[in-house]
């Protein structure tokens, strides 16, 4: 008895150890220079909105002893920043925030050589949500009307979202796939861009995350129509999900911060801490839930199990579309 209670006060003395070693651990490192904060996408989508926010909440309230400075690298539907990620010659310095392009380009472009369970888990912030939308003038108000109108017009129908084989790119594929359309899709390197050319109907439609095309939304220019969500948005109560509407998928997009390949241990537990400070904030809270955004924070361990499930399904759904084999 007297050997089992050693051991069990032992076991607790060396947790007790490793928390506070982590915490001293946490201490280690301090960054000495700005922080290159890439982001894998362009200006004005819901990527780059998230990544700003977060660099005025670090400012705002003291957060970092050096700044983040962020830097937009949408080419090649993050291509571009995955591969400076992949090479920083300062990792403890480097930090991006991801799409689910993070997923999707490096199996649509082996040559790249990106292993995405070497970065860095610093923290998933949130899953983003997707809507379809469609201009106001088109008249459409139901899911139906827009399956019967885009399977009328064919390939005159175009969906506009961002990146080719992207988050935008795999739900469009589904509607084509499952509704016997003949969408046509064009690629955009961000989701800004986008909302602006549905609301100048350049486009007839889109896949926009709530964040991209709230303005438009709030000017009366779009309006939603389905929501690939298994629950309805509270945000949109009255815009069904696709699943009540009869269909089988829902989807939602990364919203993390990960570091590059490379970063030290006490890197890892700082950056994870700040992002946990800038989750926790009430400026954070209110974003999203004011933009639908889903999903609680994730770090370590348990972020990259994530990102190994959310690998092998999007490994499914892209073998499935025809874009990789």
């Known amino acids: 008895m007297f ?4 051991g069990r006060n032992a076991l607790l003395g060396l947790a007790a150890l490793a928390v506070t070693t982590a915490a001293g651990g946490a201490q280690a490192f301090e960054p000495t220079k700005p922080i290159d904060f890439v982001i894998m996408a362009g200006k004005g989508g819901g990527a780059d909105k998230m990544a700003r926010l977060m660099q005025s909440i670090v400012e705002k309230e003291g957060l970092s002893s050096r700044p983040l400075v962020p830097t937009n690298k949408p080419g090649g539907t993050g291509a571009e920043a995955l591969v400076h990620m992949n090479s920083a010659n300062d990792p403890n310095h480097t930090i991006m925030v991801t799409l689910n392009s993070f997923f999707t380009t490096p199996l649509r472009q082996p040559g790249l050589k990106v292993d995405i369970l070497k970065f860095a888990p610093v923290g998933r912030m949130a899953e983003d949500t997707f809507l379809l939308w469609v201009h106001k003038d088109t008249g459409i108000t139901t899911f139906e009307q827009f ?7 064919g390939k005159k129908w175009v969906m506009g979202g961002t990146g080719k084989n992207s988050e935008d790119n795999i739900i469009t594929d589904h509607l084509n796939n499952a509704y016997g359309l003949k969408i046509k899709y064009i690629p955009y390197k961000g989701g800004g861009a986008v909302a602006k050319d549905l609301a100048g109907q350049q486009i ?3 896949v926009n995350n709530p964040s991209e095309a709230l303005g438009f939304y709030e000017a009366g220019s779009v309006i939603p129509l389905v929501a690939f969500t298994d629950e309805r948005l509270p945000m949109f109560p009255d815009v069904p999900t696709l699943k009540e509407k009869g269909g089988n998928f829902s989807y939602f997009m990364q919203r993390a911060v990960v570091g590059a390949p490379g970063m030290s241990k006490d890197a890892l537990a700082y950056y994870t801490a700040l992002f946990t400070k800038v989750y926790n904030s009430k400026a954070w809270q ?3 839930s004011k933009k639908s955004l889903m999903g609680d924070f994730l770090a370590g361990a348990p972020l990259k199990s994530y990102w190994g499930v959310q690998r092998e399904r999007h490994t499914k759904i892209l073998k499935a579309s025809g874009a990789i084999k």
């Open 3 to 6: 050997a089992a209670k050693f």
């Open 147 to 153: 399956l019967a109108e885009a399977k009328k017009r």
């Open 204 to 206: 007839t439609s889109s």
């Open 286 to 288: 209110t974003y999203k």
